[in-house]
């Protein structure tokens, strides 16, 4: 996998507001600029609720320092942010005798598609094994299929009868992995608008 198209870090101060000197990848990802920010305010401007409970862990790493290692663990290491999926990681840093937090950011773009890939990959090639050892079953399916959607042609059968037949050859389907063919069944299935 290649590396992040966004990798930043920035320091936050015992109060957790961002500290001057973040790395520009930061100001990308958030298209702002973040000096004085609380954290909990960036990482959730529009959630009152996970800013509050962040404000609160926050809090608790610094008055309860014998817990430190037992809270950080707590944040968040995944967030949406816009469009980004993003990865978070924590840092103590002893700096003067102050402790500082350092967060380090990595966008998962790049990560997440190689990962879809990954999967479709998967779902393909259990479909192809499934056909490898279910032959005469896949085309029985597809046999009952083509005669369905003659049946469709001719208007031959009720809404009732169509949706009946969609659903079942979602199932039927759905046990020989034919992931694609399924999806769009699905789609169809619950798409009774134009009754």
Not at 11 to 30: H, L, M
Not at 139 to 150: D, G, P, R, T, V
Request: proline share 3%; charged share 25%.
């Amino acid at each position: 996998v290649s590396q992040s198209r966004y990798q930043g870090f920035m320091i936050v101060r015992k109060d957790f507001t961002i500290n001057w000197g973040y790395s520009k990848a930061c100001e990308r990802i958030f298209k702002q600029p973040l000096a004085n920010h609380h954290l909990a305010e960036i990482l959730y401007p529009n959630d009152l609720d996970n800013q509050n409970y962040l404000k609160k862990l926050l809090q608790r790493l610094t008055s309860e320092e014998q817990s430190r290692e037992l809270y950080l663990p707590l944040l968040p290491t995944e967030l949406q942010i816009g469009e980004l999926p993003i990865q978070l990681a924590y840092k103590w840093i002893n700096h003067s005798e102050t402790i500082y937090l350092m967060v380090i950011f990595s966008d998962l773009t790049e990560k997440r598609t190689y990962e879809q890939h990954i999967e479709q990959e998967s779902k393909r090639l259990k479909m192809v094994v499934r056909y490898m050892t279910q032959t005469a079953e896949f085309k029985s399916a597809l046999q009952e299929y083509h005669f369905f959607l003659s049946q469709l042609e001719k208007n031959d059968l009720t809404f009732e009868e169509i949706f009946r037949a969609i659903h079942t050859f979602k199932g039927n389907f759905s046990q020989l992995e034919m992931i694609y063919s399924v999806e769009k069944l699905h789609q169809l299935e619950n798409y009774r608008d134009w009754e």
